[in-house]
């Protein structure tokens, strides 16, 4: 059984003094990040973020990455998905990163900073991979307000513009992995995605916290 990326990660819990100006909120979530063996394994690690560890599993459950694939990372900042593409997919692949936000340099990758609705970008993209892409991967959330009903939309309405964007540069064979919700993925959606896709799955990996309603759909053989 292999080792999990957190052993050893864990450790005694951390309290916080209540600062001068600091919300209960912000308290707590301090708090959780500093008790959080997936952040504190990611830093370990050298990923720059813990969601790095939610592609990891991803992929080691269901190996869509492969030697030289050509990988585009949506709303990619702030680029633990890219370095773990990298590191999977080898010298001879093209991994684009690609969001609204600056992203620092990293090494293997290429960064470009736009739109993914912009034609202009979408060109870049398919410009920077050479041809068409393998992979398209996706850790975006929108701005949420509190109400179900307007985030919900939300998020499946982010979702779509990515699978749009997807179906527009992946080549036949081809994955989306994309972050959805429990009760998130409506039936217009996903009838899409299997009409689109050979095999649609649902999955929550370890490290997607077990408060949170966030789950992961993967996506393969891209019909074309």
Not at 39 to 55: E, T
Not at 107 to 119: Q, S, T, W, Y
Request: positive net charge.
């Amino acid at each position: 059984m292999s080792k999990s990326p957190i052993d050893g990660a864990r450790g005694l819990t951390t309290r916080l003094r209540t600062a001068k100006g600091r919300t209960t909120a912000s308290q707590r979530w301090l708090e959780r990040q500093l008790n959080d063996p997936y952040v504190r394994a990611a830093r370990a690690a050298g990923w720059r973020s813990r969601a790095a560890f939610k592609i990891i599993e991803l992929d080691e459950k269901y190996h869509f990455f492969k030697p030289g694939a050509r990988v585009v990372d949506l709303g990619a900042a702030p680029g633990g998905w890219t370095q773990y593409a990298v590191k999977k997919a080898g010298e001879q692949s093209k991994i684009v990163a690609l969001d609204l936000l600056p992203i620092e340099p990293i090494n293997g990758a290429i960064i470009l900073e736009g739109d993914f609705e912009d034609e202009a970008v979408e060109k870049a993209v398919l410009d920077a991979l050479s041809g068409q892409a393998d992979i398209v991967m996706s850790d975006m959330a929108p701005n949420t307000t509190g109400h179900n009903a307007t985030d919900h939309l939300r998020i499946i309405g982010l979702v779509e513009l990515a699978l749009d964007f997807a179906c527009k540069v992946l080549a036949p064979g081809g994955t989306f992995v994309a972050k959805v919700f429990q009760g998130g993925t409506e039936k217009t959606l996903l009838d899409r995605l299997k009409r689109d896709f050979a095999v649609v799955r649902h999955a929550k990996p370890p490290s997607s916290r077990k408060d949170s309603a966030e789950m992961y759909v993967v996506a393969t053989g891209f019909r074309g």
